[in-house]
C-alpha cells in the first residue's frame, strides 16, 4: 500500500510560477544584499508578523507590532499584544525547526499560543470552522481523526521531501493543513509560518521574504481559493494562487534590494537607516530620528533627494503642503 497522497496535480501554470521564481531567487542570491541588509531582514519580519496577524483580526498597527517586539509601551488590547510577542518568538525559531517532523509543529504552536490557549501545543479536542469573517467556509474533520490526519501528511511529506519540489510541498502542506484545522487557535497563524518553515529549509531567503504581507493584500482570494479547493475536491486552485503571491512578493524584494546604494548620498542612506519600511513618518518625526533642526537643510538634503528617487512616497501625494503629511519608505 503507497499510503496517503494529498489530492493535486502539476499544472502548466504550477510549473510555470515555480520556474519564475526559482530565477527570482536566483536574482537575489547573486546580489547577496540581503545578508548586508539586517534592517531590510528585521522589517519584513515584523511586515510577516502584522501580516499573519492581521488575517485573523489583530487590530494593532504594523508601528504598534515593531514598538511591541522593540519592548516598549503599546497601549491595545493586552490578548493581541501577547499574540505578537508569541508570534515574534516562533518566527525567530523558524531555523532551528525540522519542517517534517510533527513534534516541532506541536513545539512551535505551543510558543505561538503561550497563555492564549490551554491546548497551546497539542491537538483540538472539539469541532472547529474555517471562517472568513463571520462567514462559515466549511467545518473541520472532527477532533477523533486529527491525529491520523497530520501523521499521513506529515508521513507523506517525509516521504517525499526529494521528489516533489518544495514550493508545490509547501503549498500542499498550507492548504491540507487548513483543511485539517487540527488545533483549536491559531491554524491560520501556524499554517503561514509553516509554509515558511519548508520554504526555508529549501533555500534559507524564505525566512525573510514576507510572504503573509502578500497574503493579507489578498485575503479574499486567499479564502475564495481554499473554499474552491473544498468544492473541487483538490487543492490546485491554492497552489496556484500561493504560488503567484510567491512570485509577485519576490519580484517586490528584487526592487528592494538591486536599489544601487551608489547612488545614494550619505544623507539620504542615513535617512533610509533611521525609518522602518510601511511605517508613516512625520517630517518632525524624521528630523528628531536624525538629530536635525534646520527644516531646510533636512528637505535640501534628505527629503528631497529621498523623494525624487522614489525611496519614500507622500500618505497626501495631491496635497504635498498638507499639515498632516507623513511620509512611507518603500
Not at 547577496?32 to 494593532?60: G, M, Q, Y
Not at 487557535?185 to 524564505?206: E, K, P
Not at 534646520?294 to 495631491?318: C, H, M, Q, W
Request: aromatic residues 10%.
Amino acid at each position: 500500500m503507497e499510503g496517503y497522497k494529498p489530492p493535486y496535480s502539476l499544472t502548466e501554470k504550477m510549473m510555470y510560477l515555480v520556474s519564475s521564481i526559482s530565477e527570482k531567487i536566483g536574482k537575489i542570491d547573486v546580489y547577496h544584499n540581503l545578508d548586508s541588509k539586517p534592517h531590510l531582514r528585521r522589517n519584513n519580519r515584523i511586515k510577516s508578523i502584522h501580516s499573519s496577524l492581521k488575517i485573523e483580526a489583530n487590530s494593532l498597527s504594523v508601528g504598534a507590532v515593531k514598538d511591541v517586539i522593540d519592548g516598549k509601551l503599546v497601549l491595545g488590547p493586552e490578548r493581541e499584544i501577547q499574540e505578537v510577542k508569541n508570534a515574534y518568538e516562533a518566527y525567530e525559531l523558524i531555523g532551528t525547526v525540522n519542517p517534517y517532523k510533527i513534534k516541532d509543529l506541536l513545539k512551535i504552536h505551543g510558543v505561538m499560543e503561550n497563555k492564549l490557549e490551554l491546548e497551546a501545543g497539542h491537538f483540538r479536542q472539539g469541532n472547529e470552522g474555517v471562517f472568513n469573517g463571520d462567514q462559515c467556509i466549511f467545518m473541520a474533520p472532527p477532533p477523533h481523526l486529527v491525529s491520523d490526519l497530520m501523521t499521513d501528511l506529515f508521513t507523506w511529506m517525509q516521504k517525499n521531501q526529494k521528489e516533489v519540489h518544495p514550493l508545490i510541498m509547501s503549498a500542499v502542506f498550507h492548504y491540507e493543513f487548513v483543511f485539517i484545522h487540527p488545533f483549536s487557535d491559531g491554524n491560520g497563524r501556524i499554517a503561514r509560518l509553516w509554509h515558511t518553515v519548508i520554504l526555508s529549509n529549501w533555500n534559507a531567503v524564505f525566512e525573510y521574504i514576507p510572504i503573509e504581507s502578500q497574503i493579507e493584500k489578498f485575503q479574499s482570494g486567499y479564502y475564495d481559493a481554499i473554499a474552491q479547493c473544498h468544492v473541487n475536491g483538490d487543492s490546485n486552485v491554492f497552489i496556484e494562487f500561493i504560488l503567484e503571491q510567491i512570485d509577485n512578493i519576490l519580484e517586490e524584494m528584487i526592487e528592494q534590494i538591486r536599489r544601487p546604494d551608489d547612488i545614494l548620498t550619505d544623507y539620504v542612506r542615513k535617512m533610509m537607516d533611521v525609518m522602518d519600511f510601511e511605517v508613516p513618518y512625520s517630517a518632525l518625526n524624521i528630523m528628531n530620528l536624525l538629530g536635525l533642526k534646520s527644516r531646510e537643510t533636512f528637505r535640501k538634503n534628505y527629503l528631497n533627494p529621498a523623494l525624487e528617487l522614489g525611496l519614500i512616497v507622500r500618505t497626501i501625494p495631491d496635497k504635498p503642503n498638507s499639515k498632516n503629511q507623513k511620509y512611507v519608505k518603500k
